[in-house]
């Protein structure tokens, strides 16, 4: 067997019998040293693009993610140099198992894709869950669930977690006058108690949550303070392994909310993750 040993962070094509693999990190031939396999959800345009533009530009095997046919059209031309493209949609967990299963192993995964409710009226995913909590939670929830471990994971936040609710009692809005800005507030910080409940219980994989800013996109609008290129640097870093470390909430405009630290409320976060994806967290 032909294999290529990075372990020392040095490209060595080596002949090893079979048996010998075990317990030694091993990437294909032709892998260059220093170079990363990513997948960036939601990088059919925005931040997500951008930092999956950064990261090909730096040398890295970029997938992207879009979640129509469409999109990914959109995808490639902008990221010309990415390696390929998963289509699904993030709204429906028959897609996002698929996504996974398709997926397969990466050595970073950045979770971007996220949908921003407006106005007074509930919107439903195709499964019956409120459509922000679905893409914005679950989604992420069941792609790392269901996905091989990878080294690194970043997870997007938002400064708008400090103002979200702890209680889990009506997580979908049933019961609750539907808000949608209120409801995004509460996604990015149940997704943030996510990233610091992976960052407990997997140490060998590192997990941050990341607050890009108000950043100059279509959802963030033209008169944002920060520019895409200032927004996208955090995650990029992150992904590419340049800033190791874990357990952490990145952002230049506040510290993460007391709850993220606590492991009681995460580990209700991922309850209700399990119950609604009907999967456990490893």
């Known amino acids: 067997m032909v294999l290529v040993d990075a372990s020392d962070g040095e490209v060595v094509v080596d002949f090893v019998p079979a048996e010998q693999v075990a317990g030694r990190r091993w990437t294909l031939p032709g892998r260059i040293s220093g170079m990363a396999t990513i997948w960036v959800t939601g990088s059919a345009d925005g931040i997500g ?12 095997q970029v997938t992207l993610h879009a979640r129509n046919d469409e999109r990914a059209a959109s995808a490639r031309a902008g990221v010309p140099g990415a390696s390929g ?92 006058p539907y808000g949608g800005g209120q409801a995004y507030d509460d996604s990015k910080l149940y997704v943030t108690a996510l990233a610091f409940a992976i960052a407990r219980r997997w140490p060998e994989v590192e997990s941050n949550a990341v607050d890009p800013g108000w950043v100059r996109t279509r959802m963030g609008g033209s008169s944002a303070p ?57």
């Open 49 to 60: 693009r951008e930092v999956a533009r950064r990261l090909v530009a730096g040398g890295h």
């Open 226 to 282: 920060t520019s895409i290129d200032e927004g996208s640097t955090a995650a990029v870093r992150l992904a590419a392994g340049d800033d190791p470390g874990t357990g952490r909430y990145l952002s230049r405009r506040g510290s993460a909310h007391p709850a993220v630290h606590d492991v009681a409320f995460q580990e209700a976060v991922i309850a209700a993750c399990a119950e609604r994806t009907g999967v456990d967290l490893p």
């Open 85 to 176: 493209v998963l289509v699904g949609d993030l709204a429906s967990l028959a897609q996002v198992r698929r996504l996974a299963t398709e997926a397969g192993a990466f050595d970073a995964v950045v979770h971007n894709g996220a949908f921003l409710g407006r106005g007074r009226e509930r919107p439903e995913s195709e499964d019956g869950m409120e459509l922000t909590f679905a893409v914005n939670v679950l989604a992420p929830y069941l792609l790392t669930a269901l996905m091989p471990r990878p080294d690194r994971l970043v997870y997007f936040s938002s400064q708008v977690h400090a103002g979200g609710t702890t209680d889990l009692g009506d997580l979908e809005w049933r019961r609750r």
